[in-house]
C-alpha cells in the first residue's frame, strides 16, 4: 500500500531555509507525479508546489515561486521540496502526496517564527 512519510520540518527564524524530504513506497514512484500540499491553522489544505514523474515540470503556488523549489530523485523513491527567504506565513503542516491515492502522510511541522 502507498506510504509517505515526510521529514524536515522544524522551527527557523524568517528568512531562513529548510529542506523537506518526502519518502514514497508501495507503487512505482518514477511513474507518478507528486505534490507537496500544505495545511495550515484554521486554514484549508493548500497545494504548494507539483512536479512531474521525470522531474522535468514543476508547478508553485503564486506566493511560494522563486522561494521554494520541488525537486525529487527516482533512484531513492524521495521527493524534496527545498525552502528558502522563509515567511512566518509559510507556517504550516506540510504534507506529500501522490494525486492517484486518497493517502495522506502524518505530514511535518514547519514553523517559522522569531
Known amino acids: 500500500q502507498v506510504q509517505l512519510v515526510e521529514s524536515g520540518g522544524g522551527l527557523v527564524q524568517p528568512g531562513g531555509s529548510l529542506r523537506l524530504s518526502c519518502a514514497a513506497s508501495g507503487f512505482t514512484f518514477s511513474r507518478n507525479a507528486m505534490r507537496w500540499y500544505r495545511q495550515a491553522p484554521g486554514k484549508e489544505r493548500e497545494l504548494v508546489a507539483a512536479i512531474s514523474s521525470a522531474g522535468g515540470s514543476t508547478n508553485y503556488l503564486g506566493s511560494v515561486k522563486g522561494r521554494f523549489t520541488i525537486s525529487r530523485d527516482n533512484s531513492k523513491n524521495t521527493v524534496y521540496l527545498q525552502m528558502n527567504s522563509l515567511k512566518p506565513e509559510d507556517t504550516a503542516v506540510y504534507y506529500c502526496?501522490?494525486?492517484?491515492?486518497?493517502?495522506w502522510g502524518q505530514g511535518t511541522q514547519v514553523t517559522v517564527s522569531s
Open positions: 502526496k501522490v494525486p492517484f491515492a486518497a493517502y
